[in-house]
T-cell receptor
Framework: GQQVMQIPQYQHVQEGEDFTTYCNSS?????IQWYKQRPGGHPVFLIQ?????EVKKQKRLTFQFGEAKKNSSLHITATQTTDVGTYFC???????????FGKGTKLSVKP | KAGVTQTPRYLIKTRGQQVTLSCSPI?????VSWYQQTPGQGLQFLFE???????NKGNFPGRFSGRQFSNSRSEMNVSTLELGDSALYLC?????????????FGPGTRLTVL
């Protein structure tokens, strides 16, 4: 079935370092949504990308959608301890009319 | 606006029992989706309700069921609980039906099956 692969599974960084998580699919993605889940919390919507090659920024976060709509990335510049959490990508093209989530990238930031 | 609320927040049951979880969406949201989150499988879609009708369903056995009321509140039921049903159950509401609409998640119900 449809799968969204997310790498890496874990990332440990020093505060101030950059961080990138990648979302890949063997099939064309419908649109990509990114969520953040803090430890002990629930997923919180960050952004949605719809167009091929789209790039959106939110302060230190940069989201990209690949030209072929088969991959997406989230880049955080100069991480802070508040960035700690698991970042999920989700494809809105599920065959059951659902979001298909990647397994997430768990980010830890050492102060 | 108040966010999505879920009750109860924590639940401990034994195998074979059944459980009902409740979700109140954001005011004005008509769609409610349910997800199961486990460390091994991640976030998996259970079903979506819109206007009291099940619109979409994931690949879960029939022991998992749900319903939606006229005020958009939703419940999900799991019968004959198994150990593997231990998980965080999240509901998410959105303005309209379909995954393209932003999903607003509730805090979840942590279910432990002993």
């Amino acid at each position: 079935g449809q799968q969204v692969m997310q790498i890496p599974q874990y990332q440990h960084v020093q505060e101030g370092e950059d961080f990138t998580t990648y979302c890949n699919s063997s099939t064309t993605l419908s649109n990509i949504q990114w969520y953040k889940q803090r430890p002990g919390g629930h997923p919180v919507f960050l952004i949605q990308l719809v167009k091929s090659g789209e790039v959106k920024k939110q302060k230190r976060l940069t989201f990209q959608f690949g030209e072929a709509k088969k991959n997406s990335s989230l880049h955080i510049t100069a991480t802070q301890t508040t960035d700690v959490g698991t970042y999920f990508c989700a494809d809105a093209g599920g065959s059951q009319g659902n979001l298909i989530f990647g397994k997430g990238t768990k980010l830890s930031v050492k102060p | 606006k108040a966010g999505v609320t879920q009750t109860p927040r924590y639940l401990i049951k034994t195998r074979g029992q059944q459980v009902t979880l409740s979700c109140s969406p954001i005011s004005g949201h008509r769609s409610v989706s349910w997800y199961q989150q486990t460390p091994g499988q991640g976030l998996q879609f259970l079903f979506e309700y819109f206007s009291e009708t099940q619109r979409n369903k994931g690949n879960f056995p029939g022991r998992f069921s749900g319903r939606q009321f006229s005020n958009s509140r939703s419940e999900m039921n799991v019968s004959t609980l198994e150990l593997g049903d231990s998980a965080l159950y999240l509901c998410a509401s959105s303005l309209d039906s379909g995954p393209a609409f932003t999903q607003y998640f509730g805090p979840g119900t942590r279910l432990t099956v002993l």
